[in-house]
Antibody, heavy 117, light 112 residues
Framework: QVQLVQSGAEVKKPGASVKVSCKAS????????ISWVRQAPGQGLEWMGW????????NYAQNLQGRITMTTDTSTTTAYMELRSLRSDDTAVYYC??????????WGQGTLVTVSS | QSVLTQPPSVSGAPGQRVTISCTGS?????????VHWYQQLPGTAPKLLIY???NRPSGVPDRFSGSKSGTSASLAITGLQAEDEADYYC????????????FGGGTKLTVL
Protein backbone atom coordinates (compact mmCIF):
# COMPACT_ATOMS: atom_id res chain seq x y z
CA GLN A 1 0.00 0.00 0.00
CA VAL A 2 1.05 3.59 -0.51
CA GLN A 3 2.91 4.74 2.58
CA LEU A 4 5.06 7.62 3.76
CA VAL A 5 7.21 6.99 6.83
CA GLN A 6 8.93 9.93 8.47
CA SER A 7 12.01 10.17 10.69
CA GLY A 8 11.78 10.46 14.45
CA ALA A 9 11.30 13.39 16.78
CA GLU A 10 14.01 16.03 17.07
CA VAL A 11 14.99 18.54 19.73
CA LYS A 12 17.01 21.51 18.50
CA LYS A 13 18.40 24.70 19.95
CA PRO A 14 17.48 28.09 18.50
CA GLY A 15 19.62 28.89 15.49
CA ALA A 16 20.23 25.24 14.61
CA SER A 17 18.98 23.33 11.58
CA VAL A 18 16.80 20.25 11.26
CA LYS A 19 16.40 17.81 8.39
CA VAL A 20 13.33 15.59 8.33
CA SER A 21 13.11 12.58 6.04
CA CYS A 22 10.06 10.99 4.42
CA LYS A 23 10.45 7.48 2.97
CA ALA A 24 7.91 6.63 0.26
CA SER A 25 6.79 3.15 -0.75
CA UNK A 26 4.02 1.45 -2.68
CA UNK A 27 3.99 3.72 -5.75
CA UNK A 28 6.24 5.14 -8.46
CA UNK A 29 8.10 7.82 -6.54
CA UNK A 30 8.90 10.02 -9.52
CA UNK A 31 5.27 10.22 -10.68
CA UNK A 32 4.08 12.55 -7.92
CA UNK A 33 5.23 15.56 -5.96
CA ILE A 34 5.79 15.75 -2.23
CA SER A 35 4.41 18.57 -0.11
CA TRP A 36 5.31 19.52 3.44
CA VAL A 37 2.84 20.85 5.99
CA ARG A 38 3.41 21.76 9.63
CA GLN A 39 1.16 22.12 12.63
CA ALA A 40 2.19 24.08 15.70
CA PRO A 41 0.86 22.81 19.04
CA GLY A 42 -2.89 23.34 19.24
CA GLN A 43 -2.92 25.18 15.91
CA GLY A 44 -4.05 24.56 12.35
CA LEU A 45 -2.22 23.33 9.28
CA GLU A 46 0.38 25.49 7.51
CA TRP A 47 1.53 24.74 3.96
CA MET A 48 5.33 24.89 3.74
CA GLY A 49 6.08 24.00 0.16
CA TRP A 50 6.21 21.44 -2.60
CA UNK A 51 8.81 19.62 -4.65
CA UNK A 52 8.41 17.85 -7.95
CA UNK A 53 10.21 14.56 -7.54
CA UNK A 54 10.55 14.23 -11.32
CA UNK A 55 12.12 17.63 -12.05
CA UNK A 56 13.31 18.83 -8.65
CA UNK A 57 11.36 22.07 -9.07
CA UNK A 58 10.22 23.61 -5.80
CA ASN A 59 7.69 26.16 -4.57
CA TYR A 60 8.19 27.39 -1.01
CA ALA A 61 5.90 29.38 1.26
CA GLN A 62 6.92 33.03 1.17
CA ASN A 63 7.40 33.23 4.94
CA LEU A 64 9.95 30.37 4.83
CA GLN A 65 11.92 31.47 1.76
CA GLY A 66 15.63 31.53 2.50
CA ARG A 67 15.38 29.13 5.45
CA ILE A 68 13.92 26.03 3.82
CA THR A 69 15.22 23.48 1.32
CA MET A 70 13.32 20.48 -0.03
CA THR A 71 15.13 17.68 -1.82
CA THR A 72 14.54 14.11 -2.92
CA ASP A 73 16.69 11.02 -3.44
CA THR A 74 15.11 8.85 -6.10
CA SER A 75 17.52 5.99 -5.41
CA THR A 76 16.06 5.57 -1.92
CA THR A 77 12.59 7.04 -2.65
CA THR A 78 13.09 9.49 0.17
CA ALA A 79 12.15 13.16 0.41
CA TYR A 80 13.85 15.60 2.76
CA MET A 81 12.91 18.94 4.27
CA GLU A 82 15.61 21.06 5.89
CA LEU A 83 14.75 24.12 7.94
CA ARG A 84 17.56 26.41 9.12
CA SER A 85 17.94 29.19 11.71
CA LEU A 86 15.31 27.55 13.88
CA ARG A 87 13.22 29.68 16.23
CA SER A 88 10.90 28.72 19.05
CA ASP A 89 7.88 29.31 16.82
CA ASP A 90 9.16 26.58 14.48
CA THR A 91 8.16 24.05 17.15
CA ALA A 92 5.58 21.91 15.40
CA VAL A 93 4.68 18.53 13.97
CA TYR A 94 5.99 18.38 10.41
CA TYR A 95 4.13 16.25 7.85
CA CYS A 96 5.06 15.13 4.37
CA UNK A 97 2.32 14.16 1.95
CA UNK A 98 2.13 12.81 -1.58
CA UNK A 99 0.64 15.42 -3.88
CA UNK A 100 -1.64 14.18 -6.61
CA UNK A 101 -3.50 16.73 -8.73
CA UNK A 102 -3.40 19.38 -6.01
CA UNK A 103 -4.58 17.26 -3.10
CA UNK A 104 -2.54 15.37 -0.51
CA UNK A 105 -2.87 11.64 -0.03
CA UNK A 106 -1.54 9.93 1.94
CA TRP A 107 0.22 11.83 4.70
CA GLY A 108 3.21 10.70 6.72
CA GLN A 109 2.75 10.03 10.41
CA GLY A 110 4.36 13.34 11.37
CA THR A 111 7.64 14.35 13.00
CA LEU A 112 7.69 16.50 16.12
CA VAL A 113 10.41 19.14 16.03
CA THR A 114 10.93 20.98 19.31
CA VAL A 115 13.04 24.13 19.36
CA SER A 116 14.17 25.00 22.85
CA SER A 117 17.21 26.37 24.57
CA GLN B 1 -5.19 34.72 10.16
CA SER B 2 -5.89 32.05 7.54
CA VAL B 3 -6.55 32.97 3.92
CA LEU B 4 -9.49 30.57 3.93
CA THR B 5 -12.08 31.18 6.64
CA GLN B 6 -13.79 28.32 8.48
CA PRO B 7 -16.00 28.43 11.58
CA PRO B 8 -13.91 27.45 14.62
CA SER B 9 -16.50 24.92 15.75
CA VAL B 10 -19.72 23.19 14.80
CA SER B 11 -21.76 20.61 16.63
CA GLY B 12 -24.64 18.23 16.08
CA ALA B 13 -26.41 15.29 17.62
CA PRO B 14 -25.95 11.76 16.31
CA GLY B 15 -27.91 11.28 13.11
CA GLN B 16 -28.10 14.99 12.32
CA ARG B 17 -26.59 16.89 9.40
CA VAL B 18 -23.93 19.54 9.75
CA THR B 19 -22.13 21.73 7.25
CA ILE B 20 -18.72 23.38 7.45
CA SER B 21 -18.08 26.40 5.28
CA CYS B 22 -14.81 27.50 3.74
CA THR B 23 -14.78 31.08 2.49
CA GLY B 24 -12.06 32.40 0.22
CA SER B 25 -11.66 35.16 -2.33
CA UNK B 26 -11.19 35.94 -6.00
CA UNK B 27 -7.51 34.95 -5.85
CA UNK B 28 -8.09 31.41 -4.58
CA UNK B 29 -11.44 29.58 -4.63
CA UNK B 30 -13.00 32.28 -6.82
CA UNK B 31 -10.12 32.00 -9.29
CA UNK B 32 -11.11 28.42 -10.03
CA UNK B 33 -8.74 26.54 -7.76
CA UNK B 34 -10.19 23.29 -6.48
CA VAL B 35 -10.97 22.79 -2.80
CA HIS B 36 -9.97 19.69 -0.87
CA TRP B 37 -11.00 18.61 2.62
CA TYR B 38 -9.14 16.67 5.30
CA GLN B 39 -10.24 15.05 8.54
CA GLN B 40 -7.84 15.01 11.48
CA LEU B 41 -8.71 12.74 14.38
CA PRO B 42 -7.06 13.60 17.70
CA GLY B 43 -3.36 12.78 17.75
CA THR B 44 -3.24 11.56 14.15
CA ALA B 45 -2.17 12.84 10.76
CA PRO B 46 -4.78 14.45 8.50
CA LYS B 47 -6.64 12.14 6.13
CA LEU B 48 -8.05 13.08 2.71
CA LEU B 49 -11.83 13.31 2.84
CA ILE B 50 -12.88 15.16 -0.35
CA TYR B 51 -10.77 16.09 -3.38
CA UNK B 52 -11.52 18.25 -6.39
CA UNK B 53 -14.46 19.95 -4.63
CA UNK B 54 -16.86 17.02 -4.75
CA ASN B 55 -15.00 13.71 -5.04
CA ARG B 56 -14.68 11.09 -2.30
CA PRO B 57 -11.67 8.77 -2.16
CA SER B 58 -12.52 5.11 -1.93
CA GLY B 59 -13.29 4.15 1.64
CA VAL B 60 -14.81 7.48 2.62
CA PRO B 61 -18.51 7.02 3.46
CA ASP B 62 -21.06 8.76 1.25
CA ARG B 63 -22.26 10.59 4.37
CA PHE B 64 -19.51 13.07 3.50
CA SER B 65 -20.03 15.39 0.54
CA GLY B 66 -18.43 18.54 -0.81
CA SER B 67 -19.61 21.46 -2.87
CA LYS B 68 -18.19 24.69 -4.26
CA SER B 69 -19.81 27.90 -5.44
CA GLY B 70 -18.20 31.22 -6.23
CA THR B 71 -15.61 32.05 -3.59
CA SER B 72 -16.79 29.44 -1.09
CA ALA B 73 -16.93 25.72 -0.54
CA SER B 74 -18.76 23.51 1.94
CA LEU B 75 -18.40 20.12 3.53
CA ALA B 76 -21.61 18.38 4.56
CA ILE B 77 -21.82 15.44 6.91
CA THR B 78 -25.11 13.59 7.22
CA GLY B 79 -26.09 10.90 9.71
CA LEU B 80 -23.55 12.16 12.25
CA GLN B 81 -21.70 9.48 14.17
CA ALA B 82 -19.55 9.71 17.28
CA GLU B 83 -16.48 8.74 15.24
CA ASP B 84 -16.90 11.87 13.09
CA GLU B 85 -15.74 14.03 16.01
CA ALA B 86 -12.54 15.54 14.63
CA ASP B 87 -10.96 18.65 13.15
CA TYR B 88 -11.75 19.41 9.51
CA TYR B 89 -9.60 21.53 7.19
CA CYS B 90 -10.22 22.93 3.73
CA UNK B 91 -7.28 23.37 1.36
CA UNK B 92 -6.76 25.24 -1.88
CA UNK B 93 -4.24 27.44 -3.67
CA UNK B 94 -3.83 31.16 -4.15
CA UNK B 95 -2.61 33.02 -7.22
CA UNK B 96 -1.59 36.08 -5.21
CA UNK B 97 0.85 33.88 -3.29
CA UNK B 98 2.55 32.51 -6.41
CA UNK B 99 0.35 29.43 -6.42
CA UNK B 100 1.15 28.52 -2.84
CA UNK B 101 -1.05 26.16 -0.93
CA UNK B 102 -3.42 27.54 1.66
CA PHE B 103 -5.49 25.99 4.44
CA GLY B 104 -8.51 27.08 6.37
CA GLY B 105 -8.05 27.57 10.09
CA GLY B 106 -9.84 24.31 10.82
CA THR B 107 -13.22 23.45 12.32
CA LYS B 108 -13.71 21.33 15.40
CA LEU B 109 -16.75 19.09 15.02
CA THR B 110 -18.34 17.98 18.28
CA VAL B 111 -20.90 15.20 18.26
CA LEU B 112 -23.24 15.91 21.16
Amino acid sequence: QVQLVQSGAEVKKPGASVKVSCKASGYTFTSYGISWVRQAPGQGLEWMGWISVYTGNTNYAQNLQGRITMTTDTSTTTAYMELRSLRSDDTAVYYCARELDGWFDPWGQGTLVTVSS
Amino acid sequence: QSVLTQPPSVSGAPGQRVTISCTGSSSNIGAGYDVHWYQQLPGTAPKLLIYGNINRPSGVPDRFSGSKSGTSASLAITGLQAEDEADYYCHSYDSSLSGSGIFGGGTKLTVL
